[in-house]
């Protein structure tokens, strides 16, 4: 799956689902936009996650899943 390749959101393998997530994206300001947003929040949504799942892997999972569907809206 795609979010297997996109581990490691916790610290700065989140480079990793950057450069998937900026391949989906056409528009170089939006790629900009995007990438602002998941280099801000990348962090407090592992810790959000990681709080309610106790799992270090559900919760990049479950990060990579979030920011891949928020890139949708760019």
Same mark, same amino acid.
């Given at each position: =799956?795609? &979010?297997?390749? +996109?581990?490691? $959101?916790?610290? =700065?393998?989140?480079?990793?689902? !950057?450069?998937?997530?900026?391949? !989906?994206?056409?528009? #170089?300001? #939006?790629?900009? =936009? @995007?990438? #602002? @947003?998941?280099?801000?929040?990348?962090? $407090?949504? %592992?810790?959000?996650? %990681?709080?309610? +799942?106790?799992? =270090?892997? !559900?919760?990049?999972?479950? &990060?990579?899943?979030? @920011? !891949?569907?928020?890139?949708?809206? @760019?």
């Amino acid at each position: =799956s795609i &979010c297997v390749m +996109l581990s490691n $959101i916790s610290n =700065s393998g989140g480079n990793q689902m !950057l450069a998937v997530c900026m391949t !989906l994206i056409d528009n #170089d300001k #939006d790629q900009t =936009s @995007f990438e #602002d @947003f998941l280099l801000q929040n990348r962090q $407090i949504a %592992y810790a959000f996650a %990681y709080k309610i +799942l106790n799992n =270090s892997a !559900l919760a990049e999972e479950a &990060c990579a899943n979030a @920011f !891949l569907q928020h890139r949708k809206m @760019f």
